[in-house]
């Protein structure tokens, strides 16, 4: 890896004009200077067109406008791949339209980048951004699910984090990601659209636990704005979150199978994630167990 090496920034938008200027102002007060910008629209109809076009115009060596033919509107994973395909960068470095970094973000990471030739995919923590509209909410930092400043290897995080392990995924704005693995991977499945969109990060991150090493980070310079209108809180409000789970696991047997992925423990635990959905009276009885026979009484927590 070059000492100074350039990383391609990815910020996909559609219909972003309340917050994408903050986004991209984020990128222009990083302390480490060799990036490019690639603002990829997906068919917006608001003024964040004409926004992403004035920064191009006014940073034609850095930043780059990038749409889909037609101004056609996509969905996130085919947009996030036309920036990868335009990509020069020997590094990725992904910013949704809708969060920003902190001044140090990129060059802490590409630190640990040349400090760990190995590794393909870097992850920290993320800021669970609630103050942005109202101060007197508190913001949250939320680790990632494994422990923190440490690389591991195949498959150790597809069991740990979720979707299958218990552990907090990361969130998008917080990777940094090695070109020539995402490509080797071919990155995001654009079968992920409409509500499915809501996990359209999970296969990606899914492809790299199963196949890459990783780097867990226990910084935290990206924040992840929390609002009603996004699509996550979309999805669980209106009760289509476990039919997105099931679309997901089913890709993520079909992808196992098809790559030979011979690991028996996690195919253990994506059986165990089916049975809510394949055998659900018997996960309803095994839950009533659970919580009648195997959780201690409240009386006995003392004893514990």
Not at 96 to 122: G, H, M, S, Y
Not at 194 to 209: I, S
Not at 241 to 249: A, P, S
Request: aromatic share 12%; net charge positive; hydrophobic share 40%.
């Amino acid at each position: 890896m070059e000492t100074n090496p350039l990383v391609s920034v990815l910020i996909p938008f559609y219909n972003e004009e309340r917050f994408l200027e903050e986004a991209v102002q984020s990128v222009l007060q990083q302390t480490y200077p060799h990036w490019e910008i690639l603002l990829i629209d997906d068919g917006s109809s608001d003024n964040s067109t004409t926004i992403a076009k004035e920064y191009a115009f006014r940073y034609p060596a850095k930043i780059f406008y990038v749409e889909h033919d037609g101004h056609a509107n996509k969905g996130l994973s085919a947009t996030r791949n036309a920036g990868i395909a335009k990509a020069r960068g020997e590094l990725i470095a992904l910013l949704d339209a809708d969060d920003v970094w902190l001044p140090e973000k990129l060059q802490k990471q590409v630190a640990i980048f040349q400090q760990n030739p190995d590794v393909a995919l870097l992850c920290e923590s993320s800021l669970y951004w609630y103050s942005w509209h109202n101060k007197a909410f508190n913001d949250v930092e939320i680790p990632i699910g494994a422990e923190g400043n440490k690389i591991y290897t195949p498959p150790q995080l597809s069991l740990q984090l979720y979707p299958l392990g218990k552990g907090a995924a990361p969130c998008p704005s917080g990777l940094m990601l090695k070109t020539e693995s995402v490509k080797k991977r071919r990155g995001f499945e654009e079968g992920f659209t409409g509500a499915n969109q809501m996990y359209e990060d999970q296969p990606f991150l899914a492809k790299f636990y199963l196949n890459e090493v990783v780097y867990v980070s226990s910084d935290c310079y990206n924040k992840y704005r929390q609002r009603h209108g996004s699509l996550v809180h979309k999805v669980k409000a209106s009760g289509q979150y476990d039919d997105v789970r099931f679309f997901f696991l089913q890709w993520l047997q079909h992808y196992i199978d098809e790559n030979n992925i011979r690991s028996g423990a996690v195919r253990l635990a994506l059986a165990k994630a089916f049975r809510k959905y394949k055998y659900p009276q018997l996960h309803k009885l095994a839950g009533f167990i659970k919580r009648k026979f195997l959780r201690p009484a409240h009386g006995d927590l003392k004893k514990l």
